[in-house]
């Protein structure tokens, strides 16, 4: 390939196969060409073989150029690409590889924080539902409590509610629980949904939503203010059930100390007692092995209230009562007096109580009627015989209410204040008899007092 000119077209071309040829001359025709001359141009390119040019323009002859070019490249990429193909590869597989395990470990910590969330809550799940549960538990426990102790003759009234804490006056219109103490429904806020889902894909469905109230108040301080209520509930039926352990124990003591104090055999009068119709099988009181203190407490009380009411049956029998209602007036005491119609010394077998004439005469205990009617020196007179040698007499009455074999109970009348038989005026005249012998009825009167004053 050359740039030709015209000059260059006027010779004859020479052949390299020409050498050591003879000279000749071409034909004719080929002369001629030759001898026509090319155009002059600088931008015209000649691509000569075997004697043939060919002409190419600039813009044709740098495609070509640029073609060649591109190709050899594409022959040297294809080339180093199979000569270095498999560390290319394998850096490649090693980065996509790199990339897997990186993006791996990043779902596994994420699964690994959902999973610790998600047993977080699980966990404060079940211990909320174990804390409520104990709740509900206790609060069954104080209901059965509270009606148990309303059962009580002993005790009177209600528990008192406890007085509502300071933040707590606001709570209805939060729609938050409000503690209250027993025989009410405690209402709970439902806890929100604690079930996470492991999902890849939504990552941000993990977080569950946070209730207002849980977020505002907390179930744990719910649960410390309901466990105080109870608390406070728990502590005034336990009060209430010492207060009344107390009296009961307090009142036995008295009681068999006015036993003693009268010289009285107790086990003989149990036995005077009469029994009421009563009956049916011996079951014996047991106390359960997972008694608490409460129900320890309650049984002593139970076992100390029969024993009362027996003591107290007995005790009907022993008068130790007053015989007039109101207030108490001797007119004369038990003892040697000097007589008021003879003047002279004389034993007063009883009391005189200064009453009206028509007043009431009650029997001072339960008994029966073993006499009613006209007694000498006593006049109008009616005695009660209360067994175990025990016995009452009631004189100078202007009438009797009662007849002899009656059955009287305490504070019957059995007759009316008067002077009759051996009296200076309306009295009535009051003795107490232990196997047929007057005592001091004082002694009784004083025990009645000491009983009265618990």
Do not use: C
């Not at 490249?73 to 690409?81: G, P, R, V």
């Not at 990186?102 to 779902?107: C, F, K, L, S």
């Not at 209901?143 to 709570?171: C, F, K, W, Y």
Request: no cysteine.
């Amino acid at each position: 390939m050359s740039k030709s000119s015209a000059q260059y077209s006027q010779y004859a071309q020479h052949h390299p196969h020409d050498h050591g040829r003879s000279l000749h001359r071409r034909p004719a025709a080929v002369a001629a060409v030759a001898a026509i001359p090319l155009p002059d141009t600088d931008d015209a390119y000649t691509i000569q073989h075997h004697g043939k040019q060919v002409r190419l323009g600039p813009v044709v002859f740098w495609i070509v150029v640029g073609t060649v070019v591109l190709l050899g490249l594409w022959s040297a990429a294809t080339a180093t690409y199979f000569a270095f193909r498999d560390d290319v590869l394998t850096r490649l597989i090693a980065r996509q590889a790199e990339m897997q395990y990186a993006y791996e470990d990043r779902i596994a910590e994420l699964r690994a924080k959902v999973d610790r969330a998600t047993s977080r809550q699980l966990l404060d799940q079940e211990q909320f539902d174990q804390k409520l549960d104990q709740i509900m538990k206790r609060q069954t426990a104080l209901e059965s409590r509270a009606t148990a102790l309303g059962a009580m003759p002993d005790v009177t009234g209600s528990i008192p509610r406890a007085a509502p804490q300071h933040g707590e006056a606001n709570q209805t219109t939060q729609g938050t629980p409000k503690p209250s103490p027993i025989s009410d429904t405690v209402i709970f806020v439902a806890p929100p949904d604690r079930e996470a889902r492991l999902e890849s894909r939504a990552p941000a469905a993990i977080a569950a939503p946070v209730n207002q109230f849980a977020k505002n108040q907390g179930f744990d301080n719910v649960l410390v203010r309901l466990t105080n209520s109870l608390d406070q509930v728990e502590r005034r039926q336990v009060a209430a059930l010492s207060a009344v352990e107390e009296g009961m124990d307090s009142r036995m003591r008295r009681m068999r100390g006015v036993v003693s104090d009268l010289g009285l055999n107790l086990a003989s009068l149990e036995a005077a007692v009469p029994r009421a119709p009563m009956g049916g099988p011996f079951v014996p009181v047991k106390l359960t092995a997972n008694a608490g203190p409460f129900e320890k407490q309650l049984y002593r009380i139970n076992v100390t209230r029969a024993e009362m009411d027996r003591l107290n049956r007995t005790l009907a029998q022993v008068p130790y009562r007053k015989p007039v209602v109101g207030e108490v007036e001797f007119t004369s005491g038990f003892g040697v007096r000097s007589d008021p119609f003879l003047g002279r010394p004389a034993m007063h077998t009883g009391l005189d109580f200064r009453a009206a004439t028509g007043d009431p005469a009650r029997v001072t205990a339960n008994g029966k009627v073993v006499s009613a009617g006209w007694s000498g020196g006593y006049g109008r007179m009616v005695e009660v015989d209360h067994g175990n040698g025990l016995s009452t007499r009631y004189g100078h009455l202007s009438e009797i209410n009662v007849k002899v074999g009656e059955i009287v109970k305490i504070g019957q009348i059995i007759g009316l204040v008067g002077s009759t038989g051996r009296s200076t005026g309306p009295h009535l005249h009051y003795e107490t008899r232990i196997d047929g012998e007057a005592v001091d009825p004082q002694k009784f009167l004083r025990a009645g007092v000491r009983l009265s004053a618990g």
